[in-house]
């Protein structure tokens, strides 16, 4: 009998260890000081950062014609427009219109809102809230998979043919679900769960908090970054079962982010981007605004004010960074030539393609992309 209980407990302790494994968490060395970086106030031209610029005209037609851009991606040679009217259109890299992707509506296929999409190699993932679904179609716009969510998503990335969603982090559903993050393959079946929810937030809490619970994924280096704007931790997603702790972010006399988000919400980070050598956050510290530039392999940051200086272009800060290590950044070329009227600079001192673009624009055309290839 005893043998026999020393058999059952070492099998208990067995299942017990593979069952405490099923997520593997690996912690490492690195912290940045948000603090420090926003009181280090430096001027920076983005040629200190980039090799390159290109400057791209997006194509103005009565198919393509673009209110606001919320998201911009550029993918094998094309790029991705979210706009404000809830169309995803797609131009060439020369800013050539080629289609719009999916419709609104409620039917097989067509969305109502979209509040995240994405682009890998061969496909187009956009995601539904009000209808709680994520549609998949092929770079023609041909659906080929959608797929009903039991969860709300706040936003998702892809990972080794995996596809990542972070949880829906609205108030009134702020972690409703033991884990942070949902991992699908790409016929969107939900194969695991990552991350489990350490905070357990009150409903008053959450209201005062807003929407300002926003989440971000960036692929780095084969691997995926995530972080939440009230979190500590800045995430590296390995696979599905692996998740590395990368950065602490220190806030100088608060216990943590969540911490001073709660109590006065003068610590919010409102913003995050990662390319392979430098953080680019948005925020603010003690009401001090900040855009925020972290040299990683220097391990310093510098609070840059309203963003890169560049004389031969508009200033930029970054609207998003792409997979193969390029700044994104929007402006509206009719605007820009109109501030140099203003501040009396002649046209000519901007790169060739740009003044090219400035000689033709007019205040009714789409916006133009701003490419800065990082070094």
């Known amino acids: 009998m005893k043998k026999f209980r020393c058999i059952l407990l070492s099998l208990l302790v067995v299942v017990a260890l593979t069952f405490s494994c099923k997520h593997t968490v690996t912690y490492t060395e ?116 959608e797929k009903k969510m039991t969860s709300q998503p706040d936003k998702f990335a892809v990972l080794n043919d995996s596809l990542i969603a972070a949880q829906y982090n609205y108030p009134e559903f702020a972690y409703n679900n033991d884990y942070r993050i949902s991992i699908f ?89 990662e390319s392979a050598n430098y953080f680019f956050f948005s925020g603010n510290y003690n009401d001090k605004f900040g855009q925020v530039i972290y040299l990683k392999n220097e391990k310093t940051g510098f609070n840059i004010g309203a963003g890169f200086t560049n004389e031969k272009g508009p200033s930029m800060f970054g609207d ?14 009719y605007n820009f030539k109109k501030q140099l009227e203003k501040d009396k600079i002649p046209v000519e001192q901007m790169v060739e393609n740009l003044q090219e673009i400035m000689k033709t624009c007019d205040f009714d055309d789409n916006p133009c992309i701003m490419v800065a290839t990082l070094k």
């Not at 005062?208 to 995430?235: G, K, P």
């Not at 990368?246 to 911490?259: C, E, G, T, V, W």
């Not at 998003?320 to 070329?333: G, I, P, R, S, Y």
Request: with cysteine; glycine share 6%; charged share 25%.
């Open 30 to 145: 690195g912290e940045i000081d948000i603090a420090a970086c926003v009181e280090n106030n430096r001027q920076m031209n983005i040629s200190e950062i980039s090799s390159h610029i290109d400057y791209i005209q997006l194509e103005t037609s009565e198919e393509s014609l673009i209110g606001q851009i919320r998201q911009v991606k550029i993918k094998n040679g094309n790029i991705f427009i979210l706009d404000k009217t809830q169309a995803i259109l797609m131009f060439d890299i020369s800013g050539k219109f080629i289609r719009k992707i999916g419709s609104i509506g409620q039917g097989p296929g067509e969305y109502i809102t979209i509040f995240d999409f994405l682009v890998s190699d061969s496909s187009i993932y956009t995601m539904d809230r009000i209808q709680l679904k994520i549609i998949k179609y092929d770079l023609n716009g041909k659906v080929l998979i």
């Open 185 to 273: 393959n790409k016929n969107l079946d939900k194969i695991a769960d990552l991350l489990t929810s350490d905070y357990k937030i009150e409903q008053s809490q959450a209201s005062s908090m807003a929407t300002h619970m926003r989440s971000f994924f960036q692929n780095v280096n084969d691997t995926l970054t995530f972080w939440e704007c009230r979190d500590d931790i800045i995430y590296k997603i390995v696979n599905e079962k692996t998740i590395i702790e990368k950065y602490d972010l220190k806030y100088k006399n608060k216990l943590s982010a969540q911490d001073g988000y709660m109590i006065s919400g003068k610590n919010e980070i409102s913003k995050m981007m």
């Open 320 to 333: 998003n960074v792409t997979e193969d290590n390029k700044l994104l950044t929007v402006f509206h070329a």
